[in-house]
T-cell receptor, first 109, second 112 residues
């Protein structure tokens, strides 16, 4: 079992839809949780950073962490074609960051 | 631009040659990470530095790979005797005390 699991997609949604992206993990030592957006042939761009269980909102993005279930989510409201990218979850337990494989999202105009 | 800077952006090399990549982190960040990413996969950890000390190396980092961070500032990643399997995107990230990590645009290596 991999430490971080993520549905690779591709996920296609119409413009304006609410998108839900998810990761599960097995290592309860993970303390910090991040979501990155990566456009093709570019470096990952940090979107959200959370520590505790619960929700964190930033504009159209909401990150949700459930440590008891070892499950994190990223919600994108009013999705735009410019949101089309690969979304990577990452987790940190103080030494380095472990990434999921990424979910490829396409938002269709 | 105060982000993480990586050079070169692209590198094409013949098998067996040595290559070196450079990473300039965000200036106040004390931690620096190297990751490797292949198509369709998430980044895989290679190594990380806290200031000038290399504190962890992945098993992925064979003896052909070496990384340095002299004086705790920029870092270099060298690959000796490159193989076709080394073709990947090499990503550098920096953070302050292990919190949010910010990535550079990466160096895309192609070994022919």
């Amino acid at each position: 079992q991999k430490e971080v699991e993520q549905d690779p997609g591709p996920l296609s949604v119409p413009e304006g839809a609410i998108v839900s992206l998810n990761c599960t993990y097995s290592n309860s030592a993970f303390q910090y949780f991040m979501w990155y957006r990566q456009y093709s042939r570019k470096g990952p761009e940090l979107l959200m950073y959370t520590y505790s269980s619960g929700n964190k909102e930033d504009g159209r993005f909401t990150a949700q962490v459930d440590k008891s279930s070892k499950y994190i989510s990223l919600f994108i409201r009013d999705s735009q074609p410019s949101d089309s990218a690969t979304y990577l979850c990452a987790m940190d337990y103080g030494q380095n960051f472990v990434f999921g494989p990424g979910t490829r999202l396409s938002v269709l105009p | 631009d105060t982000g993480v800077s990586q050079n070169p952006r692209h590198k094409i090399t013949k098998r067996g040659q040595n290559v070196t990549f450079r990473c300039d982190p965000i200036s106040e960040h004390n931690r620096l990470y190297w990751y490797r990413q292949t198509l369709g996969q998430g980044p895989e950890f290679l190594t990380y530095f806290q200031n000038e000390a290399q504190l962890e190396k992945s098993r992925l980092l064979s003896d052909r790979f070496s990384a340095e961070r002299p004086k705790g500032s920029f870092s270099t990643l060298e690959i000796q005797r490159t193989e076709q399997g080394d073709s990947a995107m090499y990503l550098c990230a920096s953070s302050l005390q292990g919190h949010e990590a910010f990535f550079g645009q990466g160096t895309r290596l192609t070994v022919v």
